[in-house]
C-alpha cells in the first residue's frame, strides 16, 4: 500500500508556472506508476499526466506542451511541471499510484489517491 500527499499548489496569474510535488510513504513506490489527475468544479475528474515505474520515456500527457512530469524512485516522489498556466487549468490536483507500472490515462485503473491541491489561475 502507498500513502500519498501533494504540495505546491496555490493561486498564480495566466502564464505562470507551478510545479506539484507527489510524496509517496509505504514500501514498493518504485513498482507503482504514478499520475495526475484534476477535477474543477461541476466536472469529471479528468487526466493530466502519467509516468511509467522507471519514467523514461514512458510518459503520457493530455498537454505535453505545458505540462511535465518527473519522478525520483530514490526520493519517493513524483513532480508534475505545469508552463504557462490559464484559468481553465484551475483545478483540484490529484496524486494517483497505478498498481501496473505501465501507466494509464484512465481513471479507474488508479488504486490509490492522494487527497489532492487546489491550483487557481486568475486571468
Known amino acids: 500500500q502507498v500513502q500519498l500527499a501533494e504540495s505546491g499548489g496555490g493561486y498564480v496569474q495566466a502564464g505562470d508556472s507551478l510545479t506539484l510535488s507527489c510524496a509517496a510513504s509505504?514500501?514498493?513506490?518504485?513498482?507503482?506508476?504514478m499520475g495526475w489527475f484534476r477535477q474543477a468544479p461541476g466536472k469529471e475528474r479528468e487526466f493530466v499526466a502519467a509516468?511509467?515505474?522507471?519514467?523514461?520515456?514512458n510518459k503520457y500527457y493530455a498537454d505535453s506542451s505545458r505540462f511535465t512530469i518527473s519522478r525520483d524512485n530514490a526520493k519517493k516522489t513524483v513532480t508534475l511541471q505545469m508552463n504557462n498556466l490559464r484559468p481553465e487549468d484551475t483545478a483540484v490536483y490529484y496524486c494517483?499510484?497505478?498498481?501496473?507500472?505501465?501507466?494509464?490515462?484512465?481513471?479507474?485503473?488508479?488504486?490509490?489517491w492522494g487527497r489532492g491541491i487546489q491550483v487557481t489561475v486568475s486571468s
Open positions: 494517483a499510484a497505478e498498481v501496473s507500472g505501465l501507466g494509464s490515462r484512465t481513471r479507474a485503473d488508479y488504486e490509490y
Open positions: 509505504g514500501r514498493a513506490f518504485s513498482d507503482y506508476a
Open positions: 509516468i511509467s515505474w522507471s519514467g523514461g520515456r
